[in-house]
Structures are given as structure tokens and as C-alpha cells.
């Protein structure tokens, strides 16, 4: 399991596993590099190339920290999750360059990712002195009702490398103040970020075995962890093809799955739009972490009358776009994340070509001398698309967007519908009807109104409708429902025996 084929090997350090409160290697000694993306001479470190022996242990230790834990108050937890709040705000800018070149999106989005992580990590912390139920009126006398959260026990959870510490924080955060323990296998191109956290919480004063963290491949320490029996809840963000493989290995134990997967996310630009502010948002989020985000736009559904000021427009901005290493202040747009991906990338463009739809621009890797030794595509604009191509279907997952015509509002929200995904959506408009219509119609998790489709805060759910998740949300204060259980209790305090629907 490697991250990408060696180049140069330079001298790199060696980062651990963490089972049971210790830093240790894998049971097969073995490990993987971990290379930027960007420039493919440089290793951040060499991971543990964990599998089910490494998995076990750190399942046995989080099963054995679970009776305490749980039975911790919520607010003490939630002082040790201030702490490594504060620790996040002390390291921001380290770790956002290390970030950078571990998985290549610009200085700014990789602080935002940290961000991201110290706003769910204090708005989780905040829930460990609330975590509310709710207290209901009895239908018989001297009686009292009320509901209560209760840990789970050991969550798996397995994390993509788009968001390489967010996505981590997005899960451990609310597992942990709800009272669970875990185990997270990091994403094979990111798993030094996902060590930084980790470290970041031990540090803080988790107690042993409470979090522990392998690093590995998907088939050979993921596939182990969501199969494995003592695993109460699989947490899982990535694609659609792995959500589906992970909900069929857990449903034979009705075990908890929890998914957020892939997306097809949509801009409409009515007649009425502000046409530049919509080209903007359009650019940043069709390009932004080099449209490898799971709410990146990929389709521009554009009003017949604004479509060809939309798209000149568009296509001016994204070939203004300055595509390189993501630490040098001058880059819009950093590189793919490894070979495969670019290829699938360049794939998907060729097809675009087939199909018949106009490439605007982009289209191409880039190999002057800045970016020969990494993985970079120019910003790719496709006009001309119908909805009956490869490309209006499918995720890309790269920075590569569609122009589709539409007729009219409805014609817009038909054509924005029309995807097996729902994670996000947007609209520009001054009309507030067609705003509000929109809103109610288009069928995603996610919507915004004269804004792009990415920019989701921490204390609002986050999650997507049909192929994008299960039904679940994280963040907000819905990720709890994820990582806790109801339970409904009744106190009778009438001193005799009350009979509900018979005595009344
Ligand atoms: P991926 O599905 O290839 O991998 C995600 C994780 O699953 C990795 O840690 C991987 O090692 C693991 N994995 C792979 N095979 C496995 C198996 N058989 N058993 C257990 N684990 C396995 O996805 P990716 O390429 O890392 O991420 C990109 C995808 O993630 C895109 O589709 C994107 O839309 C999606 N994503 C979704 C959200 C969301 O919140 N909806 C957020 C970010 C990314």
C-alpha cells in the first residue's frame, strides 16, 4: 500500500500508531510513504502500514477504556477537549503547512481545514454541558418522563483525505463527549494530519485507549475495523462505491453506519443573478481545493438569458487561475492528490470531449517546470453539456465543471435534481420567490441563496440526501444522534401501580 511511486527516497520520519494511550508499530513492521503531492521529492513521513493484527489491538483497547470513560461526566471530558482546542489554535499555521504538503490545497484552505477542526472541537466541548434531553408530561398523575443520551461504545471511523483534519475532527469530537471510545483508520494519502490530532488529544489528557488511530489501506485495516464485532458504530466519510461496501459489511450485525459520500453539486444562475457574483462563487467553488471537495460545483445550471455572459465570464476567471504548490502565496489552485485520481481526472475530460461537450479551457495536465514533479490539471470548463452525459452524471472529483442551459426556474431545479447525489446546492437570484422555491425543491442536505456551494459551519448538519449519505448528519447538534442512543425513562412516584392507555 504506497501513496504514490517513489521518486527520490530522502530521509524521513517515522510516525506511529496509537493503541492504548502508546505510540507503537504495526504488527508487520511494515510501512508507507507519505509524499506531497506537489512536489513528489518531498516525504512528510513513513506511516504504519497497518492491517487486522493492529486493528484488533486498538479495538481491545478502546473496548477496555469504555467502562470509565462512559462513565466520566460529560463536562470533564469536555475540559480535556478544551484543551486540545487550544492546543489547535497554538499549532493553527504548523500544521496548516504541513497540511499543504501533505495533500496540496493553498495555505488559506488548509488554515480554514484547522479551523474547521477548532470550531467543532469547541462546539462539541460546549455539548458536554448541555447534551439535553428533554423532560415530558406523564398522561398519569405523580408520574415523571424524560428522554437521556447514552454512549454507544467503540466507534470505527474511517475518514477520507480532502478534509485530512476537519473530517477527522467531525467525528471524534462528538463520539468522544457523548462518551463512546474509537478507533480511526486515517486516510492512506493523509495520515499525518489525522497524527497531529491524535497527538494533539493524547497531549490534552485523553486517557489511554480511549482514541487510538492506525494508519493503512482501505481493503487492509479499514475493511478489518467496520467487520469487526466489537465495533458498535462505523463512522464512515468518503466515496459512494466505499459507503456502499461499508453498509453491506455492516448490515449483517445491524451494526450503527453512519456514511457521507459523494456529491453532484449544483449552482443555478437565474436571469435575475448578480452574473459576476455568481462567476465568482462559481470559481471558487468549482476550483477550490482543486475541486476536491465533496461539495465542489460541478454543474452550472445557467439561464438561458445570462448563460453566455455566465460563460465567457467563467471561463476568463478560471484561466486567470495560478495552479501550483499550495505554500507559495501567489497559488489559486494546488495539485490532484496522487496519480490514480489525476488519471480518473483526465479520463473523465477525454470522455467529456467524446461526448460532444465544448472544452472551454484547462483540459490538460500541466508540466512546465513548475509542475513537473507533482500532479497538476489546469482548470477545466465544459459549456454545451446535456443531461445525458458522462460528465453531467458522475463525480469527478477534480477541477473540472459543466454549463448547462436551462429554460426557466423549473426547468433549473428539474436539471439540478437530476442526479442520484444530494449533498449541496445553490442559487443566485434578487427574486425572493424564486429563492424560496428553490430552496423548498431542489434535494440536497445542503442550500445556499446568492452564495456558493461550499462554506458549511460547524454547528449546522452536514450531510446529503439519496446517494450522498444515509440519512444521518454530522455536526450540529444532530452529530450526537449519530454517536448516542435515546432512552426513555418513566418515574412513577404515585406509590401504586398506574396503567398507561388503561387507567385513563
Ligand atoms: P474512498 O472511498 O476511496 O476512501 C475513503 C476512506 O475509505 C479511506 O480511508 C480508505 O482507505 C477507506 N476505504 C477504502 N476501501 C475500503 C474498504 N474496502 N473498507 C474500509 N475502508 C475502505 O474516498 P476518498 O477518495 O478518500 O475521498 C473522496 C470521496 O469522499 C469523494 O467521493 C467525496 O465526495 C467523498 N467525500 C464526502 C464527504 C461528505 O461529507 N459527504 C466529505 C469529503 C469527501
Redesign the pocket.
Same mark, same amino acid.
Given at each position: 500500500m504506497a501513496k504514490a511511486k517513489p521518486v527520490k527516497t530522502t530521509k524521513a520520519k517515522t510516525y506511529k500508531n496509537f493503541i492504548g494511550g502508546s505510540w507503537v508499530n504495526s504488527a508487520s513492521g511494515k510501512t508507507f510513504e507519505n509524499r506531497n503531492p506537489a512536489n513528489l521529492d518531498d516525504i512528510i513521513g513513513k506511516f504504519q502500514d497497518s492491517n487486522e493484527a493492529d486493528v484488533k489491538a486498538a479495538v481491545k483497547a478502546a473496548r477496555g477504556a469504555f467502562p470509565a470513560w462512559r462513565a466520566m461526566p460529560a463536562p470533564v471530558r469536555a475540559e480535556i477537549l478544551y484543551k486540545a482546542g487550544e492546543e489547535l489554535i497554538k499549532q493553527k499555521e504548523e500544521i496548516a503547512k504541513t497540511m499543504t504538503r501533505e495533500m496540496g490545497k493553498v495555505l488559506k484552505e488548509t488554515r480554514g481545514d484547522v479551523q474547521e477542526a477548532i470550531d467543532m472541537t469547541y462546539f462539541m466541548a460546549g455539548e458536554g454541558r448541555r447534551m439535553h434531553g428533554a423532560t415530558m408530561p406523564s398522561e398519569l398523575a405523580n408520574k415523571f418522563n424524560m428522554t437521556i443520551r447514552q454512549p454507544i461504545g467503540v466507534v470505527g471511523m474511517?475518514?477520507?483525505?480532502?478534509?485530512p483534519i476537519a473530517?477527522p475532527s467531525w467525528k471524534i469530537m462528538p463520539a468522544l463527549i457523548c462518551g463512546n471510545t474509537a478507533v480511526i483508520? =486515517?486516510?492512506?494519502d493523509t495520515p499525518w494530519s489525522v497524527w497531529k490530532l491524535v497527538e494533539i488529544l493524547h497531549n490534552a489528557g485523553l486517557p489511554k485507549g480511549v482514541l487510538n488511530m492506525i494508519s493503512g489501506?482501505?481493503?487492509e485495516a479499514?475493511?478489518p475495523l467496520?467487520e469487526h464485532r466489537e465495533v458498535d458504530i462505523v463512522s464512515?466519510?468518503? =466515496?459512494?462505491?466505499?459507503g456502499r461496501?461499508?453498509s453491506e459489511m455492516c448490515a449483517p450485525t445491524f451494526k450503527h453506519c453512519s456514511l457521507?459520500?459523494?456529491?453532484k453539486n449544483v449552482i443555478i444562475v437565474m436571469d435575475d443573478a448578480d452574473v459576476e457574483l455568481a462567476v465568482e462563487g462559481a470559481i471558487w467553488a468549482a476550483f477550490g481545493t482543486s475541486g476536491q471537495r465533496?461539495t465542489a460545483a460541478s454543474r452550472m445550471v445557467v439561464h438561458k438569458k445570462v448563460i453566455k455572459d455566465f460563460t465567457q465570464s467563467l471561463m476568463d476567471k478560471a484561466k486567470k487561475l495560478r495552479v501550483g504548490n499550495g505554500l507559495d502565496s501567489k497559488t489559486d489552485m494546488g495539485p490532484i492528490i496522487n496519480e490514480p485520481q489525476m488519471e480518473k481526472i483526465l479520463k473523465y475530460i477525454e470522455i467529456g470531449h467524446k461526448e460532444g461537450a465544448s472544452m472551454l479551457c484547462g483540459g490538460k495536465r500541466l508540466m512546465g517546470i513548475k509542475h513537473k514533479n507533482g500532479y497538476f490539471i489546469a482548470p477545466t470548463v465544459f459549456a454545451g453539456v446535456t443531461e445525458d452525459m458522462t460528465i453531467f452524471k458522475e463525480?469527478i472529483?477534480g477541477p473540472v465543471t459543466d454549463v448547462v442551459q436551462c429554460e426557466d426556474l423549473e426547468d433549473g431545479i428539474r436539471i439540478a435534481n437530476n442526479t442520484i447525489y444530494g449533498?449541496s446546492a445553490s442559487i443566485y437570484t434578487r427574486d425572493v420567490n424564486s429563492a424560496f422555491k428553490a430552496m423548498r425543491d431542489v434535494y440536497t442536505g445542503l442550500f445556499y441563496i446568492n452564495a456558493p456551494t461550499i462554506g458549511a459551519e460547524v454547528h449546522l448538519p452536514?450531510?446529503?440526501t439519496r446517494n450522498?449519505?444515509n440519512g444521518h448528519r454530522?455536526a450540529g447538534q444532530q452529530a450526537l444522534d449519530i454517536f448516542s442512543e435515546w432512552k426513555s425513562v418513566y418515574v412513577d412516584f404515585s406509590g401504586k401501580i398506574q396503567k398507561a392507555q388503561i387507567d385513563n
Open positions: 474511517i475518514t477520507p483525505w480532502n478534509f473530517i483508520k =486515517s486516510a492512506p489501506g482501505g481493503p479499514g475493511q467496520v464512515f466519510t468518503g =466515496s459512494t462505491r466505499t461496501l461499508i457521507e459520500m459523494g456529491g465533496c463525480e472529483f449533498l452536514f450531510g446529503g450522498t449519505g454530522e
